[in-house]
């Protein structure tokens, strides 16, 4: 067990519907990763968040945002789903975001757009 | 672009023996190296990192050597065990301003150990 939760586990929605990823950090961390690992492109980053703040952006839609709250949880939001965007939502966690730091991974969510 | 690369997707070894995974990467920026197991269903584990001023470093049954010039570095296990078999997967980061954190993954190897 990393420390980190994401919920939901799975799910499934239908095209053009928008949902909503959690995740909480392992204790003490303060910054916050999302990606994205689909069949054909392995693990993706998406977008890192620190103390609240955007750090660093990848390949992340303009129809995915993000943010982190207060109390260092984080949410993915994902809009205008398409079948394409089915695919396995890890959320990673990491102590201050430097580059040199070991990033710890959530169980991730599935995510199955019908 | 795929700047770190897992050029075999599978890899069988029998159990006590070395179980060997390479991992290749493009970008000379890149300066803190890892590996992560990942079963089934789950999200990946870390096992073992490396920072670009070492070429060693060892935990147990699991060894990362680096070589820079060659832009390689490689997971030796031993010896191996059943509960070893998963998808490991190299990343890699770099301490550059539009980069921090951001990990660059290998498309992984699928590592199966046989009695």
């Known amino acids: 067990d990393s420390g980190v939760t994401q919920t939901p586990k799975h799910l499934i929605t239908a095209t053009g519907q928008r949902v909503t990823l959690r995740c909480s950090p392992r204790s003490g961390d303060l910054s916050v990763y999302w990606y994205q690992q689909s069949l054909d492109q392995g693990l993706q980053f998406l977008i890192q968040?620190?103390?609240?703040?955007?750090?660093a952006k990848g390949n992340i839609l303009e129809r995915f945002s993000a943010q982190q709250f207060p109390d260092l949880h984080s949410e993915l939001n994902l809009s205008s789903l398409e079948l394409g965007d089915s695919a396995l939502y890890f959320c990673?966690?990491?102590?201050?975001?430097?580059?040199?730091?070991?990033?710890?991974f959530g169980p991730g969510t599935r995510l199955l757009v019908l | 672009d795929q700047q770190v690369k897992q050029n075999s997707p599978s890899l069988s070894v029998q159990e006590g023996r070395i179980s060997i995974l390479n991992c290749d990467y493009t970008?000379?920026?890149?300066?803190?190296f890892l590996w992560y197991k990942k079963y089934p269903a789950e999200g990946p584990t870390f096992l073992i990192s490396i920072s670009s001023i070492k070429d060693k470093n060892e935990d147990g049954r699991f060894t990362v050597f680096l070589n820079k010039s060659a832009k390689h570095l490689s997971l030796h296990i031993v010896p191996s065990q059943p509960g070893d078999s998963a998808v490991y997967f190299c990343?890699?980061?770099?301490?550059?301003?539009?980069?921090?954190?951001?990990?660059?993954f290998g498309a992984g190897t699928q590592v199966v150990v046989t009695p």
């Open positions: 968040y620190y103390n609240g703040e955007e750090r």
């Open positions: 990343a890699a980061s770099a301490m550059t301003t539009d980069s921090w954190g951001k990990l660059q």
């Open positions: 970008n000379s920026m890149f300066d803190y």
């Open positions: 990673a966690s990491s102590v201050s975001g430097g580059a040199v730091e070991t990033q710890y």
